[in-house]
């Protein structure tokens, strides 16, 4: 599977971003899709998971209420939708596939796949 994420850039707080990430080399309506984030200096952290469906997606609490992780299986796209952006949102962004929807307890949600990841920094 090869994804590439897209849509980043610098935003001022308060702004919306929408990031994407394209998904080939497998049928992606089987794959369950995730946003992670990384900042320099900090280890990776989840972001937010759909899975196949695009049913009960799953958000980190730093991002809840405020992101919208949705998917178009017709285009094998998954998107990230951004609101109301804070500083501490400034970190490059990646977009990971899994064949199944599995967290592991001390682990985190479990990802196969990764992509390039996309920079996302957001002005105070």
């Known amino acids: 599977v090869q994804l590439q994420a897209s849509g980043g850039g610098l935003v001022q707080a308060g702004g919306s971003l929408r990031l994407s990430c394209a998904a080939s080399?497998?049928?992606?309506?089987?794959?369950?899709m995730g946003w992670f984030r990384q900042d320099p200096g900090r280890e990776r952290e989840f972001v937010a998971v759909i899975d196949w469906s695009g049913g009960s997606p799953y958000y980190a609490d730093a991002v809840k209420g405020r992101f919208t992780i949705s998917r178009d299986n017709a285009k094998s796209m998954v998107y990230l939708q951004m609101n109301s952006l804070k500083p501490e949102d400034t970190a490059v962004y990646y977009c990971a596939a899994h064949p199944i929807l599995q967290y592991k307890e001390h682990e985190g949600w479990q990802m196969t796949y990764w992509g390039k990841g996309t920079q996302v920094t957001v002005s105070s």
């Open positions: 080399g497998r049928t992606f309506r089987s794959l369950v």
